[in-house]
C-alpha cells in the first residue's frame, strides 16, 4: 500500500501550495539550463516535502518555488515525481574504471563518492585522484586519506611497534593529503597491517588532523583479547575520534554475531559521547550481510603477520594448523552466528557446500578455501533487522552502501540496490522512516558529517547535484543470487548542471568533478530545522570587500538578508538576489547565495564566515564565486544558533 504521506503530497494541500508560492519568482523572461516544473521537492532538510520547481543555470541551483512559464533550453515534466537533492555517498570503493560511466551508482540518485573508505586506496589523493578521473567522470569524486594505507607505507605487514621517526612520517602524509584535500582520515583498524596499530599510536597519529575539524571513519576493530565484540569495537572508534579532536564516524555500523539485538546499548553509547561534545556520526547500509575478504576476519592477526606468504607458511605447519582451524571457527560463533552464514561469491558456493563435499570442519574449510586462493572474497552474514531499524532511525545516521561505482559484478546487491532500497523498503513499504529524513540522511546530513557546504540541499546557490524518482515505483531488485539487477523508479539525475540519467537511462555525459575540501569546511552536526540562526560578515582584501547579514528562522526554509559584495579589480557590485540555506557550527557559518549585478546578470556563490568564535586562528570570509577558486579575505563577523 502507497504511504499515505507520499500520496498526499501527490495531491499536495493548499495550504503546502502557499509555501511555493511565498517564493519570490525571477522575471518572467529570465532564461536557465534546466528548469524541473511541478515536482514534489524534499530539499534535504528534513522539512516537510512541498511542490515547486527547480531551476538550474551555470551548474548551480538559482531557483526554487513557483516558477510559473520560466524559460529554459531543457524542461523536465516532475509532476507525480520527488526531487531530491544528488545522494553523497560517503563510504565509497568505487573503482577507477567505474567512475566514468558510474551506472550502477546514477541509477540509485548517486551523484558523489568519497573514496578510500576503510582507509584504504593510495597514500596520496592528489595523485590518486587525477588518475581516477582520467577518462572523465559521470559523477563527483572526493577522497579521504587512508589511515591503513599511510600505516602500510611506513610498517608494511609485520606487526612491530612504530619509532618515532614512523610516526612522524605518518602524520606528515595524513597532513599532506589534508592540504590536497581530503575529507577526513579513514580507517579501517579491522584489517592487517593497520590492525595491529595500538589506540595510542592511532590517537597520536591521526591528531594530526585535528586542526582541520575533520572526521575519523573507522571499521570498528574487533579483537579476540575483547571477545570480538563489536560494542568494544565501536567504543574504540568512539575514543580514538575524541581523543585525537575528530568526529568520530561508526562507519558501516553493524551490531554483530552473538552481540545482535544491542542496538539500543549502541545507541546509548554514541548519544553520550555527543551529549559531552564529542559529536558522533553514523553511516549504515540496508543489508545483514557485508563482504570481504574471506580471510580478512576469520584468520587471527598473529597468523597474518607478515603478509600473504608467511600467512601461507603458517597453515601448513602441523602444530598451528589445528589453532587456525579453532581461530577461525570461533570467529565464524561470534561475529557472525556460524558458518552457515558465509557465502563465497567467486566461486557460487557457500562455506557449508566445500564442508560437506569435502567432509571437513568449517575452519579447515576456511584453510583449504584460501591455500587454494588467499584473495576469496565472502559475503558474511552479520545482523538484525531490528539493529538496522533501530540504527536507520537514530537522527545522525547517514545511509552510505559500502560499494562505489563499478562496471564489475561485485558479488553484493549494494552496488545496485542500496539508496532505492531506503526508499522503496524503509520509506514506502514499511514506514520505517519518512521520505524528508530518508532524503537528508542521503544528502544534507553525509555532506555535513564530511563538512561539504555547497551540496546536499535544494537551495539557491547550491550546485546542480539533483536527482528525481517515482516515489510509487522506487526500489531494488538485485539480490545475492542476482547482484546486478539494476534498481527501478530513479528517472533523472543532474550532475553539477547537465543530465547525466535521462528517464531512467544514463547519458553518457561526464560533468562530475574532482571535489576537494578546505580548512574552513568543518564537519559538523546538520544545522537542525528547530535552531535559528544568524551571521554577519564585514571583510576586505585587494581583490573583494564584502557586507553580509542574513539569519533564518525555525521551520524556515530559505535564508533571508542582505549581501554587499564588491570585486575590486572590475568595480562590479553584486548584491543579493535570493538567499539559500545557512549551515552554522561553532565560530563558522555559511550560506548558499544567488547574487545580481546592476546589469541584471547573476552568479551563484557561497559565502562562509570562519573561526568568528575569538579561536586561535584570526577570522575569516571565503567568497567561492560562480565557478571561480575561493578567495579567502580577512573578516570581522559573528554567528548566532539557538
Known sequence: MMNRKIARWLGAAPAVLLLAQAAPALAKDAAYDIVIKGGTIVDGSGLAAYPGDVAIADGHIVAVGDLGKAKAAKTIDAAGLVVAPGFINIHSHAEPEGVSTAVNMLTQGVTTEIVNADGGGGNDIATQLPEMAANGLAENLGAYVGFNAVWRDAMGDRDLRPTPEQIASMKAAIEKNLKAGAWGVASGLDYRPSYYAKPEEVIDIVSVAKPWRTNFPNHDRLRPEDNLSSFKGMEETVLIGEKAGLVP????????????????????????????????????????????MLQAFLVPGWAADGGRD???????????????VEAAEYAMATRLGGAEGIALPDLGKRLTDIMAAENIRAGEAVLRTLERDPYTRANMTF???????????????????????SIENRGH??????????????????????????????????????????????APGMRADVMVFDPKTVRDHATFDAPTLPSDGVRHVIVNGVAALEGGAVTGAKAGAVLLRDAHMPSRPMTGTAVARSFTVNGQSAEYSITLTTKQGVGERFATGTVKLNDVKSGTVWTADRLGTVQTAKGWASVTAVLKDKAGNRKAATLTLDRADGGAEAPVVSIALGSAPAAVLPAKGSVQAE
Open 249 to 292: 564516524v561508526i562507519t558501516h555500523i553493524k551490531s554483530a554475531g552473538k552481540e545482535r539485538g544491542n542496538a539500543p546499548k549502541v545507541l546509548e553509547m554514541v548519544s553520550a559521547a555527543t551529549a559531552r561534545g564529542a559529536w558522533t556520526a553514523i553511516d549504515i547500509y540496508p543489508y545483514l550481510a557485508g563482504q570481504t
Open 383 to 405: 545482523g538484525d533487522e531490528k539493529d538496522v531499524i533501530a540504527f536507520l532511525q537514530y537522527p545522525d545516521t547517514a545511509v552510505a552502501c559500502d560499494c562505489g561505482a
Open 413 to 458: 546487491p549494494r552496488y545496485f540496490g542500496s539508496f532505492p532500497k531506503i526508499l522503496g523498503h524503509y520509506v514506502r513499504d514499511t514506514g520505517t522512516i519518512t521520505m524528508e529524513d530518508a532524503v537528508r540522511k542521503m544528502s544534507a546530513l553525509p555532506a555535513a558529517i564530511i563538512g561539504m557546504v555547497d551540496r546536499g540541499h535544494i
Open 310 to 324: 608467511a600467512m601461507l607458511a603458517r597453515f601448513k605447519d602441523p602444530k598451528l594448523r589445528p589453532q587456525l
